[in-house]
């Protein structure tokens, strides 16, 4: 029987979160499409200075699919520090960005760069930046101030209306070849509007995801992200995805009950938890147990995403 292909869309930690958990699933191929517009911290700086896409998500997912937790994974991990907040030569750099900077320079192509180092870490499945270019994402906020910067956008006390690119972005063709062979198309976890939806508002994406007859499932957090999804609603978060042309099939929510010491301390923060307001929708709604807890921190569970996911796939 054919492997079925699962293809995860997004950034940041949620992502990687998923690709772990989900890298030992037998019977499945992997291929994660990460987007590349952070433009924040070790990222941000090596993105300025040589002018090549931000790598930092990509790193997280590579050692998210690696087969073995070995030296050279520990290494693209390790970040010099920066005592004095200086962050001159490679201080608050973390090495796993300057090795794919080289890659870069030698190879002359981004992609290309990325290909080499999954092959050094042994990666379960195919790691694909959204696009080669160098990108900046935009945000209309709902009074029209608009914000530059993927690290901008959550700091302004506003909420956003749209994201957007002021110029054209050519997806990679691989991440489209991707979305039109795969089975489940996976969106999540993690920030709607600056990790997941800078993939999907890529017009070649965009239109793979609505042409493709793969089932489209979203993972969604279980608290909102102050300065970027204020009081949102699990219907808000599909709504925002929606808007801006990703479908969705499925939407699986954490089930887990969260100790009153956590949603305390997030309230401090100005996170609340996401909940399901409505009672009917126009797509499933699947609760799992998604979740584990450390200290006040509430975290998503590889392990239990996986058995999810596992689901997910033998219902195909």
Known sequence: MKNKKVVIIGGGHGQSTICKG?????????????TVADDGGSTGRLR?????????????????????????????????????????????HNLGNLILTAL???????????????????V???????????????????????????????????????VFYETFVVAEKEAIHAIKEADLIIYGIGSVYTSILPNVIIPD???????????????????SQPGETDGYSVEDHVEALKKHGA???????ASDPI????????????????SIMKAQHDY????????????HLIRHDPEKIKEVVEKLVSAL
Do not use: W
């Not at 990509?58 to 520990?74: G, H, K, P, Y």
């Not at 870069?104 to 042994?122: D, H, M, P, R, Y």
């Not at 479908?247 to 929510?253: L, Q, R």
């Open 205 to 223: 994406i965009r239109s793979a995801l609505q042409q493709s007859h793969a089932k489209k499932v979203y993972f969604c957090n279980a608290m």
């Open 247 to 253: 479908p969705v099939d499925a939407v699986v929510v």
């Open 124 to 162: 379960k499945g195919k790691i694909i930046p959204a696009t080669s270019q160098v990108i900046t994402l935009y945000a209309q906020m709902e009074d029209g101030v608009v914000v530059r910067g993927e690290a901008n956008i959550p700091d302004v006390n506003n909420h956003i209306k749209k």
């Open 22 to 34: 989900i890298k030992n699933i037998e019977g499945i191929d992997i291929s994660a499409i990460v």
């Open 284 to 295: 499933q709604i699947i609760e799992e147990p998604l979740l584990y807890f450390d200290g």
């Open 48 to 92: 300025k200075q040589f002018h090549i896409p931000a790598m930092g998500d990509i790193r997280n997912v590579m050692i998210a699919l690696s087969a073995n937790d070995d030296l050279m994974t520990e290494l693209m991990e390790y970040r010099f520090d920066d005592p004095n907040g200086t962050e001159e030569d490679v201080a608050g």
């Open 259 to 274: 100790p009153q010491k956590s949603i305390q301390a997030y309230r401090a923060e100005g996170s609340t938890v996401v």
């Open 104 to 122: 870069t320079q030698t190879c002359g192509s981004f992609f290309e760069a990325v290909q080499k180092i999954q092959n050094i870490l042994n």
